[in-house]
């Protein structure tokens, strides 16, 4: 009898610790965005590493505790493993381990992640791909069994491959100008196709997130023949376990004029460009273009980093050296415009303010940076202003107006309003009385010279057809 029951205790022991599952249900990619809040961006160097590139975090639980309570619930751990294979193209068991600890922490947290593995230098040869294939097949079977709030990205580097490109299924060489951008493409759209198919082997149900080729910022999520591998986990009509991401820093127009109480005129010039990823009006790109292709896909998008003074710490002259004040502008403007459009953004990469010997964020006196003190100041700001930001529950949650021909966010709205009027397109605003209070083009509104109350938006079109009006709350 005691043997019975000691078999019966060991099965159920066996049964108990030998997981067959992620221990939650699976979640949308709206779920997982709004899960996040803001956003944080990590990068980890593994134990017994000899990469010694300065842009890497020391780990500890208690930074994850301190970005919680800034109202940071997640974001990009960008794991850089092009220099972590041995002899045979496989990762170290180590490393695995390394990672598979620090996931833990995040999902005990109910962090939303997404681990955006880097395998491919910008040389794709025969061995380069096959250490992909292999890594990757490693890491989705490893993290197969965690929490649905973690995403995951074969991040493929998009800045482009040397002359080398991936043509039916083999690498090939070519200095000719016509492999450039199309190959490229088809090079990048074969490699996720390939690499979807060993993901949703051991994640049937996970969210899986890709990024465009060529610059990203720009948003093209066209170039990404979706869905790829004949994806289970893709449905036309839900797609609900795709994401895309794009980066939100790079040369983001002239915020470099920016200055408190300046030209309304200006302020919207900048920021219009700053929504079209510092191209011309006459461009579709960045969030207005995200914005768009989101409407006629149905798959949401996300920033995997919007951290201004990581690109701006120096700039191409004095005029491009963004100052403290227009720093904390941009990070309150563009994650206001995330949260109000129902994205989210990875933003401040946390290496830069942890300071791992007291355990606390703020690293003071870091070399990396051209003025240390100026830096310091910086980073002690944004902490300020984060905090603020997930304190005010005034803004906790923006919600879209939705029309039937035309969309206003946020709303309600303070300095501003955000439409998706076609190109050229003229927009009214008018009190409860009828009564004209502003005419403009594009899809940025001013509303500093608005009194607060409620109005009317109504969208015009070049044959003077009315688009659509919806109602809008100015605070």
């Known amino acids: 009898m005691k043997i019975v029951l000691l078999v019966i205790l060991l099965f159920t022991s066996v049964n108990i610790f030998a997981q067959s599952g992620p221990p939650d249900d699976p979640i949308t990619p709206q779920e997982w965005l709004k899960n996040m809040n803001y956003g944080s961006w990590w990068l980890f160097t593994p134990p017994n590493e000899n990469d010694n590139w300065i842009m890497t975090d020391n780990y500890s639980s208690k930074m994850l505790d301190s970005l919680q309570a800034l109202g940071i619930n997640g974001g990009r751990l960008h794991w850089q493993a092009a220099n972590d294979f041995d002899e045979t193209l496989h990762i170290p068991q180590y490393i695995i381990d390394f990672y598979d600890g620090i996931i833990d922490d995040m999902m005990e947290r109910k962090m939303s992640v997404c681990l955006q593995v880097h395998f491919a230098d910008k040389e794709m040869t025969e061995e380069v791909k096959q250490r992909t294939f292999n890594g990757w097949r490693q890491v989705c079977e490893a993290f197969k069994n965690k929490s649905h709030y973690l995403a995951m990205c074969p991040m493929i580097e998009f800045h482009g491959w040397d002359d080398y490109y991936v043509v039916d299924g083999d690498t090939v060489w070519s200095t000719d100008a016509e492999y450039d951008e199309n190959v490229k493409s088809d090079s990048l759209n074969w490699l996720y196709d390939s690499l979807t198919v060993i993901f949703r082997e051991s994640n049937p149900d996970r969210i899986i997130s890709f990024k465009p080729w060529g610059s990203a910022r720009k948003a093209e999520f066209e170039t990404l023949a979706l869905p790829f591998g004949n994806d289970p986990g893709f449905d036309s009509d839900d797609p609900k376990y795709y994401m895309v991401s794009f980066s939100g820093s790079y040369g983001m127009g002239e915020w470099w004029r920016w200055e408190p109480n300046m030209d309304a005129g200006e302020l919207k010039m900048i920021k219009e460009q700053t929504m079209r990823a510092g191209l011309s009006e006459t461009k579709d790109a960045g969030i207005h273009h995200a914005i768009n292709w989101r409407e006629q896909t149905g798959i949401q998008f996300w920033c995997d980093h919007w951290d201004p003074a990581y690109w701006k710490r120096y700039g191409q002259g004095d005029e491009e050296q963004w100052s403290i004040e227009q720093n904390l502008a941009y990070i309150k403007f563009f994650t206001d415009t995330l949260k ?113 109350g409620i109005y009317l938006v109504c969208g015009i079109n070049n044959n003077g057809e009315v688009l659509g009006v919806s109602k809008v709350v100015v605070k």
């Open 340 to 452: 109000a459009i129902g994205s989210a953004g990875a933003g401040m990469q946390t290496c830069k303010y942890w300071n791992d010997k007291k355990d606390d964020l703020i690293r003071l006196g870091d070399s990396f940076f051209k003025d240390v003190a100026e830096f310091d100041t910086m980073s002690v700001e944004m902490m300020k202003l984060l905090k603020s930001m997930a304190d005010d529950t005034s803004t906790a949650v923006l919600k879209i107006h939705d029309s039937p021909r035309i969309k206003v966010y946020p709303n309600p709205a303070t300095d501003y309003i955000m439409l998706n009027l076609p190109e050229n397109a003229k927009c009214y605003l008018y009190d409860i009385n009828g009564k004209l209070i502003l005419k403009t083009t594009g899809n940025i509104v001013e509303l500093s010279r608005v009194k607060p």
